[in-house]
């Protein structure tokens, strides 16, 4: 601001507004002239536990929609960058084609370098500008670009695919666990008996459920260094709670805490986003935290009801560990079905706990032991 020589933040028109772009517009009521997306490429990651980058929600069909709903009746919204790839150029073209109804006007300055333009007066202009050339977009060989979107926000992913590279580094891993279990067994002796597939699952399916309430957080609020905070603040704090209502209920059944976590599910599967997108902030943040992580505190009262009076503590704690490196390994699903379909794996991975939890194999034999002794010590209680 204060270095620029023509001082254009000066100028009483001018509004400096720091915050995510796609959050501004689902909270700007405004219509704009021209909207420009000028090189967001941050080369950053949301998180460790999401294959997205911070500007990933910026380059969806969805997001162009709403930059479209945002222009004057004769707006332009123009984006440019050196997009490293032709097909790129080519996946960009489709998606504000989708978002507008129109072919963008593009300007090539070399293959993978571009600028865009789309909107009222691209489309009232025929495509044609008056002056300048316009570029025919970079042929595409097959396989045919997939569109981009809130589901599956993988701009710089050609189509629906897992890498070869994450395969090999996958399995590498793997295999690297399995041979550590296997050494620590030969000295401690088998371990497969005290194996608990019960917490296994839990883990599996928690740390999907936990990916798939970030994104949906970051697409709601942005993805900036506040939200992700208060994302991980609304984690925390329904463990916490989690906890709290177990140590103090202190119930008999789990039954009623996974007829809880399906609706919850369920509601995080049938809600679209943007319902949540309400006046003011405050309850904007509540409704959200709530959709996106009551199932968060469902899970948690499960594990703690589970984990409660487990006899062999250790063992319980290790196969929840474990079933969180493979459900790691299952977030990269999202690559080819989406961030939805985790709603539906992870449903199915809690019901699959829950039988697991009453079939009882290898370690999950204990979980009868110890839940007969908490109902016998809470009879005991009661009659005190």
Do not use: C
């Amino acid at each position: 601001k204060k270095l620029n020589p023509d001082q254009p933040y000066s100028d009483p028109r001018v509004h400096t507004y720091v915050n995510d772009g796609r959050a501004f517009l689902r909270t700007s009521t405004d219509h704009y002239d021209l909207v420009i997306f000028a090189l967001p490429d941050s080369l950053t990651l949301l998180s460790n536990t999401a294959h997205i980058r911070l500007e990933s929600f910026l380059f969806t069909v969805q997001a162009f929609e709403s930059v479209r709903d945002h222009l004057t009746p004769h707006g332009v919204f123009v984006l440019y960058n050196s997009y490293r790839q032709p097909w790129l150029v080519t996946k960009i073209g489709s998606q504000l084609t989708a978002a507008f109804g129109s072919p963008p006007i593009v300007r090539l300055y070399r293959a993978s370098q571009a600028a865009f333009a789309a909107g009222p007066l691209v489309a009232d202009s025929g495509g044609k500008p008056r002056a300048g050339r316009v570029d025919p977009l970079p042929r595409s060989t097959s396989p045919r670009p997939t569109n981009a979107t809130d589901d599956w926000p993988f701009l710089y992913l050609r189509i629906p695919f897992i890498s070869r590279f994450y395969f090999a580094t996958l399995g590498f891993l793997l295999l690297l666990s399995v041979a550590g279990v296997w050494l620590v067994s030969r000295r401690t002796g088998p371990v497969l008996p005290s194996f608990s597939p019960h917490f296994f699952v839990l883990g599996v399916a928690f740390l999907l459920l936990e990916t798939k309430s970030l994104v949906s957080f970051s697409l709601l609020f942005g993805s900036t260094w506040i939200v992700n905070a208060l994302a991980f603040f609304a984690i925390l704090a329904s463990v916490l709670l989690a906890i709290g209502v177990t140590a103090w209920l202190r119930p008999r059944h789990s039954w009623p805490f996974y007829i809880g976590l399906f609706i919850a599910l369920a509601l995080a599967y049938l809600v679209p986003p943007e319902r949540l997108l309400l006046d003011p902030l405050a309850l904007r943040y509540a409704l959200a935290a709530v959709v996106a992580f009551a199932p968060v505190f469902f899970a948690n009262l499960v594990f703690t009801y589970s984990f409660r009076d487990v006899r062999a503590a250790d063992m319980a704690f290790a196969s929840n560990l474990l079933g969180a490196m493979v459900g790691g390994i299952l977030e990269y699903l999202a690559l080819i079905t989406g961030y939805r379909f985790l709603v539906l794996l992870v449903g199915a991975l809690y019901l699959l706990a829950y039988l697991l939890a009453r079939w009882r194999f290898l370690g999950d034999r204990q979980l009868e032991q110890a839940g007969e002794q908490a109902a016998r010590q809470a009879s005991a209680e009661v009659a005190v």
